[in-house]
């Protein structure tokens, strides 16, 4: 997922992750949450989790290090 968005497709790391959060396997997701350019919104099951824990979420950030393709 991180090297996807590292190279710019954004598209594939949100699909990989998808199959996870279809499948209900937030846990092998929630490490993501702290980094400041992950974005959980497109993960319903997810995003239900954050927000029984009262996470704020917050808008995600530019990777600073993201290939020019």
Known sequence: ????????????????LSQLDEAGDVSSMRDYVAYAYFDPRPFPNLMAMLETQGAHIREPREIPYRCKL
């Open 1 to 16: 997922m991180q090297m996807d968005m590292i190279m710019g497709q954004d598209e594939l790391a949100i699909e990989t």
